[in-house]
């Protein structure tokens, strides 16, 4: 039997910071659950929004302000959060940024 597995060694190596701006890229998308990787540069933001989905954001490099569901943390590496669907939600980097974004499987 084969089995397909997908390994980064380092998420952070796959997420080249931009001199401005935000690069955003989808490494992978299996079985419902959608991994998106950010970079930032210092300054940028992602305004309040929300996701259809439930949503897991892993704070991997740098500080930001994060907001969810009306409450703020500033946010630095390792920094974790989850949110049902449907939360508003936003990131300013207050460094230069990287995040990865897991969009998980609509809830039941």
């Known amino acids: 039997m084969t089995t397909s597995h997908t390994f980064f060694p380092s998420l952070l190596a796959e997420a080249p910071l931009p001199a401005r701006g935000i690069h955003s890229q989808t490494l992978s998308d299996e079985a419902g659950v959608e991994l998106v990787l ?9 305004s309040e929004h929300t996701s259809a989905r439930p949503a897991i954001i892993h704070i991997l490099s740098g500080e930001c302000d994060l907001t969810a569901g009306g409450d703020a943390w500033a946010a630095g590496a390792g920094a974790w959060l989850r949110m049902p669907a449907n939360t508003k939600h936003s990131v300013v980097a207050r460094t230069p940024l990287v995040m990865a974004l897991y969009l998980l499987p609509p809830e039941s």
């Not at 950010?38 to 992602?46: N, V």
């Open 38 to 46: 950010f970079a930032f540069a210092a300054g940028e933001r992602l």
